[in-house]
C-alpha cells in the first residue's frame, strides 16, 4: 500500500474544492486511478462549506463562562463547543471530551489551529454526505472508481499523541467482520472486528501532520479494498450501550454522582 502527500496550499472558502483537489493532483504529477483512495483533513471540507465561526460574535453563556473558568478555555470557544456537541462528558486543562454526530471527540470537532487568528471551524454538517458529493464529483470528471474519506484527528484514551479518524465515508464499507472466523489456533472469534477507514484514515494522518505542512489531502494506492457504492456510513459507529468505553464512563460518572448526595 502506497500513501501519497498532496500539497494544496491555503483554501479559502472562495475555492471550488473539486477543482483544488483536482488541480494539487495534477500538480504533483500524480494520475487518480481506479480504486485509489482520496482522504481529505475535515478543515479544508469545513471551509469550502463555509463551516467557520468568527469567535468575536460569540456571546459566551454563563454555563460557557463557569466551564471555561474550570478548565481554562476562552469562554467564547466553550460556547461554541455547546453549541456543536450533542453530549458533554467532562473535560482536562483546555479541552473538552464531548459526543457529536455519535463520535466521541475533543471539542465537538471545533478547532482554533490553521485558522485566522480569532476564528474556528466546525465539522462539515453531514460529513458523509459531503464525502459522497466529493467521490461522484471527482468519478465524474476522472471516470475512475474512487473512494473519498474525510478525516480528522483524534486522541486514544491513555495514548499520547493524535491518530485519525474517518468522519465522513464514501465507497467503501467501514468496518471488517471477523466474527465467526477461527484464528491460527482454530478458535471462533466473537468480537473482532477491523475499523478499516479509521486505520486508513490513521494512515493518512500521518503524511498530513498537524502544522504547517499544507497536506490535507491523501491518496492511499493498492490498499486492495474494494469500491463499495452501496456502504453504510453508519456502521463505523458503536451504540453506547455496547461500547466499553462509553458504558464504563457512564458508570462512573452515576457513581460519581451518588458519591456528591
Known amino acids: 500500500m502506497q500513501v501519497i502527500p498532496i500539497k494544496t496550499g ?105 485558522n485566522p487568528k480569532g476564528h474556528m471551524t466546525l465539522w462539515p454538517k453531514n460529513p458523509s454526505g459531503s464525502a459522497n458529493r466529493i467521490r461522484k464529483e471527482l468519478e465524474k470528471r476522472t471516470r475512475k472508481k ?15 499523541g493524535t491518530s485519525g479518524i474517518a468522519i465522513g465515508i464514501s465507497g467503501i464499507n467501514p468496518i471488517k467482520d471477523y466474527r465467526g472466523r477461527r484464528d491460527l489456533f482454530g478458535k471462533k472469534l466473537i468480537v473482532t472486528t477491523l475499523a478499516v477507514a479509521d486505520a486508513l484514515a490513521s494512515a493518512a494522518h500521518l503524511v498530513m501532520g498537524e502544522g504547517d505542512e499544507a497536506i490535507p489531502l491523501a491518496i492511499i494506492r493498492n490498499s486492495e479494498i474494494p469500491v463499495d457504492s452501496d456502504h453504510n456510513p453508519e456502521i463505523a459507529k458503536m451504540p453506547k450501550e455496547r461500547c466499553l468505553y462509553m458504558k464504563v464512563l457512564q458508570e462512573y460518572m452515576k457513581k460519581s454522582e451518588g458519591n456528591k448526595l
Open 10 to 114: 491555503r483554501i479559502s472558502p472562495r475555492d471550488s474544492l473539486i477543482d483544488k483537489i483536482l488541480y494539487s493532483i495534477q500538480s504533483s504529477e500524480v494520475s487518480l486511478e481506479d480504486g485509489d483512495i482520496v482522504a481529505i483533513a475535515s478543515k479544508v471540507v469545513s471551509v469550502a462549506e463555509g463551516r467557520i465561526v468568527d469567535l468575536t460574535s460569540v456571546q459566551p453563556s454563563r454555563k460557557a463562562q463557569e466551564l471555561g473558568t474550570h478548565y481554562q478555555i476562552d469562554p467564547q470557544f466553550v460556547e461554541v463547543i455547546l453549541k456543536e456537541a450533542d453530549e458533554i462528558l467532562g473535560g482536562v486543562y483546555r479541552t473538552l471530551l464531548t459526543i457529536k454526530d455519535d463520535i466521541m471527540i475533543a471539542n465537538a470537532g471545533a478547532d482554533l489551529s490553521n
Open 146 to 160: 474512487l473512494i473519498v474519506l474525510i478525516i480528522d484527528s483524534r486522541t486514544t484514551p491513555l495514548r499520547l
